[in-house]
């Protein structure tokens, strides 16, 4: 009996020894490598550092938008013992200037992070607090100064909605594959050419490895792997003339764009007012910025370049005479009598010249604007063929620009309005249709492009506003050659007769756009007046007693020099009223600093000529 317990009692023994060794086997030799690591990991912290985005340059080379370092006060949870994370928020709370309810909300939202990465307490601090908590490092654990590269907008709000800013990476965000590299906290681009290349931008992050303590105190730097900045964007912008448009555009509220004719690139993408990018610099508009530019009438956060979609009144008579002379309703020597206005059906149709412009052909129909003749041209046309010509021109649909959100417009048709109010196309809508009123609307980049194909012997072009990726060092990555998308409808002839008369829109004595004249350079346009409301909401009203937001919008679409055409400008104010003497002096600075430039010489400036007293602009 006492052997059999011996037996057993040994048996137990060299179960257990064996059970030992086996796990001393699976975690010294099989896991060795493994638990070796972790217990690096545990010596060695990690920090990441961020890479410097890319720069953003103009055509000519010249920086929109370079990097500069931004100072952020971040803690590091490990760093500091438990008993003592409230008083020291406490005096960092005091230190920043900041209610400890913020510092409170920041560490909550990075609860889920694991607790060696730092958490932002305040951003891009200023010289006194990146001093203060320098001088009182050692009472502050686990406090420091994080210093990252941050946006430098060197001209202000320049091309803001072009632009776009920076933003910290949402949770959202954080889960789409193209985040895929991101940490909570990361800067990202919330708009505009930041977030379209943001791939481009971004750079590679490098690491630091420090050598930490027991307690998560830093010991000594072991290896830094530095950060690789991000490639450099060249846009087809151009921020001599960005800037006289802006400049032009001070005070007013619309959008200009320009554009090479012959190739599609974009020389100028201003909308105003201009978004306030220092505000969103470091990702973290104040509430009361935010509401601000929310509820301003002038909506700041609308690209009316691309997203704004306004009836382009007399603008769009480009597009009805060019489908009136391609399909051989009239000839370029056809008249019709203006007395002021048309009857159609129970319903009187007016030209903007209340006295009427008397017998008037093709030619002096655009230079003049005569609304009578393109009422009975539309008559003649139909509103299908007046779209055919539109579509053809690219209005109606987006443009194809990379920009987020583009707003496509409308073009109105008897399929459309049958589809979209199950109701049948009535003749009488297609006269305002044919003055780009009714259900017409476009943008102003449509407009600006419709612009080129008409004078460039009609080739349209996708507008395009990056020219090539260069890598840090200066090597070329890509290029981006001219997109054109087809040839539009008409003839070459009836695009020489209408770039005739829209020279004359500008230099002869009866044309619209008369203010637009420059003395050295010869300049076609065409203007337009878009009404906002119906015209009995504000008969008898004088046009400054009009209000405001009922006020007509102006439009002036042009392009320069006539003989040969490199640059088309068009130019919306918001209830500016008249497109000569509102839009027409900001299309002239454009064409006045681009020829400047071009010939190396300031051009001869004279005063542009007033309006008559007794002449009322279309």
């Known amino acids: 009996m006492l052997k059999k317990r011996i037996d057993i009692a040994m048996a137990i023994i060299i179960f257990s020894a064996a059970l030992l060794v086996a796990r001393l086997w699976f975690l010294q030799i099989y896991s060795g490598d493994e638990y070796a690591k972790r217990a690096e990991r545990n010596r060695i912290r990690i920090q990441d550092i961020a890479a410097p985005r890319g720069n953003i340059l103009d055509r000519t080379g010249q920086s929109i938008i370079i990097n500069r370092p931004r100072f952020n006060v971040v803690w590091n949870r490990e760093d500091t013992p438990d008993q003592e994370e409230d008083e020291l928020l406490k005096d960092v709370a005091r230190i920043l200037k900041e209610d400890i309810s913020v510092l409170l909300d920041r560490i909550r939202a990075a609860t889920e992070n694991p607790r060696y990465m730092p958490i932002r307490l305040k951003e891009d601090v200023d010289w006194e607090t990146l001093a203060a908590i320098e001088n009182k490092k050692i009472s502050l654990p686990g406090v420091s100064i994080e210093i ?108 200009v764009v320009a554009m090479e004719v012959n190739t ?69 020597d056809t008249t019709f009598f203006c007395s002021g206005s048309i009857n159609f059906g129970n319903r009187r149709f007016g030209c903007w010249k209340k006295g009427g412009h008397g017998t008037v052909n093709f030619q002096r129909a655009l230079i003049e604007s005569c609304d009578v003749y393109f009422y009975t041209v539309g008559q003649k046309l139909g509103v299908d063929n007046i779209a055919k010509y539109a579509t053809s021109l690219g209005l109606g649909r987006k443009t194809g620009i990379e920009l987020e959100h583009e707003k496509g417009g409308l073009i109105p048709s008897t399929a459309w309005k049958r589809q979209r109010y199950k109701d049948k196309w009535h003749e009488g809508e297609t006269l305002s249709v044919a003055i780009g009123q009714g259900y017409v609307s476009t943008t102003p980049l449509q407009l600006c492009r419709m612009t080129a194909a008409v004078v460039n012997g009609g080739t349209l072009y ?90 007509d919008h102006a439009w002036f679409t042009s392009f320069a020099p006539a003989e040969n055409p490199e640059i088309a400008v068009t130019v919306l104010v918001e209830h500016g009223q008249h497109g000569g003497s509102a839009a027409g002096p900001v299309a002239r600075a454009v064409f006045k600093r681009y020829f400047e430039l071009k010939n190396g010489k300031t051009t001869t400036e004279n005063a542009p000529p007033p309006v008559a007293p007794d002449e009322k602009e279309e």
């Open 148 to 255: 990252i590269p941050s946006r430098d907008y060197r001209y202000g709000d320049f091309a803001s909605h072009l632009i776009g800013y920076l933003g910290e990476i949402s949770p959202a965000e954080l889960k789409e594959s193209r985040y895929a590299t991101y940490l909570s906290g990361d800067q990202v681009g919330k708009q505009g050419v930041e977030k379209i290349f943001e791939e481009y931008l971004m750079g590679e992050k490098g690491r630091n490895y420090l050598e930490v303590d027991v307690r998560g105190f830093q010991q000594r730097q072991m290896q830094m792997q530095d950060p690789f900045p991000g490639n450099n964007l060249h846009l087809t912008l151009d921020i001599e003339l960005q800037r006289a448009a802006e400049e032009a555009m001070t005070d007013k509220s619309g959008a």
């Open 264 to 332: 599609g690139n974009l020389l100028v993408m201003c909308s105003t007012p201009q978004l306030p990018l220092q505000e969103f610099n470091g990702g973290r508009i104040l509430t009361s910025a935010w509401n601000r530019l929310l509820n301003d009438p002038l909506n700041p956060l609308l690209n009316k370049t691309i997203q704004g979609q306004y009836p382009p009144g007399s603008t769009f008579k480009i597009v009805t005479a060019l489908a009136a002379i391609s399909e051989g309703v009239i000839k370029p």
């Open 462 to 551: 996708r507008p395009q506003m990056l020219r090539s990726i260069t890598s840090p060092d200066g090597k070329t990555l890509k290029t981006f050659d001219p997109i054109s998308e087809g040839r539009i409808l008409g003839s070459a002839t009836s695009l020489a007769l209408i770039k005739e008369a829209l020279v004359g829109v500008v230099n002869s004595a009866g044309g619209t756009a008369k203010v637009v004249k420059l003395p050295d350079i010869l300049i076609g346009g065409k203007t337009g007046t878009a009404q906002v409301v119906r015209l009995s909401q504000v008969e008898g009203l004088g046009e400054k007693a009009i209000p405001y937001k009922y006020r």
